[in-house]
């Protein structure tokens, strides 16, 4: 018996121990229990999560090919929902920003913090059907006094604009690319 076997039993024993003392294991027990229970509910939740992802970008991909097929003129709704989701990315209060369209012409207007003018534009003018974008923003050096440009606004995070699918993508990898490493080790 080497010495790997020998801390391995001690290990086991001390653990099962742990488990069944007859003081304190069946409260151990139970807490390890309902880990365990929202260890699974949490795991369902994050496969769900990416599986909707990737079933919604699968259709998005199939549409836009779609599209290409069949070029059209988009609706002004569209157009407006679309030019609001791209703001929502690009700006930190994108509620105080009007958005109105008529023919693919997009008019922009509402108070904006002066830096983020160019950002605001710069979205619209990117999305698909805008042919053409109109300023009519009212930029503030500072926002203080303006009550729609109060509050922190977005809040930022490096998985900011990250999908689901692609979090699960780079976590899987690093799981892999650790699994290699270890198995090398030993």
């Known amino acids: ?14 653990g099962l121990a742990f488990l069944f003392d007859p003081d304190r294991g069946a409260r151990r027990r139970a807490l390890l229990r309902d880990k365990g229970v929202r260890l699974s509910r949490t795991t369902r939740d994050v496969v769900e999560a990416v599986a909707e992802d990737a079933r919604n970008r699968f259709c998005g991909v199939v549409a836009e090919l779609d599209r290409t097929r069949q ?9 407006v929902a679309r030019v609001r989701s791209r703001l ?11 958005v109105a369209a008529t023919n693919g012409i997009v008019t922009l207007r509402g108070p904006i913090c002066a830096g983020e003018v160019p950002a605001a534009l710069r979205a619209a003018a990117r999305t698909r059907g805008v042919c053409d974008v109109v300023n009519e923003f009212e930029p503030h050096a500072d926002s203080s006094h303006i009550p729609s440009l109060q509050g922190s606004g977005r809040k930022p995070s490096w998985t900011r604009g990250w999908s689901p699918t692609a979090l699960a993508a780079v976590g899987l990898t690093a799981m892999a690319v650790a699994g290699v490493v270890a198995s090398k080790k030993f």
């Open 71 to 79: 070029p059209g003129q988009v609706s002004d709704d569209v157009l």
């Open 88 to 98: 929502g990315r690009a700006v930190s209060h994108p509620h105080a920003i009007d």
């Open 1 to 14: 018996m080497n010495n790997r076997d020998m801390l391995g039993g001690v290990a086991l024993g001390a």
